[in-house]
């Protein structure tokens, strides 16, 4: 009989420490995983930074209007909003802006990746001639979050430009 209860306590403390294990792995595995999330947000936000400094023509602009003065009504959910570049000249950037609102920032990518940019009219045939001042003060506050370029006219698996 007394050996009944050493084996019972031997298996209790046993799995005890096997979920000690078990919850230690998982919560390295999700350590491990934040920080290639956070890895791979700065080399984004490094990228942006050299794109901005710079441009050439179809570089895409991920633009949050909340942030920018009055273009956007404070009540309008759909706040995201894509911008590309047409022109460099010496002293000004020229962009047209997509013709979709997104509420999210994931919304804009997965529109990419739908292939909404090569859609003839997604963006606006009327230019806006940017400052590159202007355009770096856009950046540091925050209203162009993201800029991506193209390789081989393609961002995201699908086509920027309509063929």
Sequence with gaps: MPHDFESKDRKAKLSISLNKLVLLTCLLVVVYFGYEKYASHQAEQAETSVLILAPKVNDIYFLDL???????????????????????TDENLVIVYGRVFYQWQNAV????????????????????????????????NGTIYLVKRPIRNKLYGNLVNPE
Excluded: C, W
């Design 66 to 88: 909340r942030l920018d003065d009055g273009k956007l009504e404070r009540e309008n959910k759909n706040k995201y909003k894509l911008a590309k570049v047409v022109r460099v």
């Design 109 to 140: 990518v997965t529109s990419i990746q739908y292939g909404d940019l090569s859609n003839h009219d997604y963006f606006k045939l009327i230019p806006d001639y940017i400052p590159f001042s202007k355009i770096k003060e856009m950046k540091s």
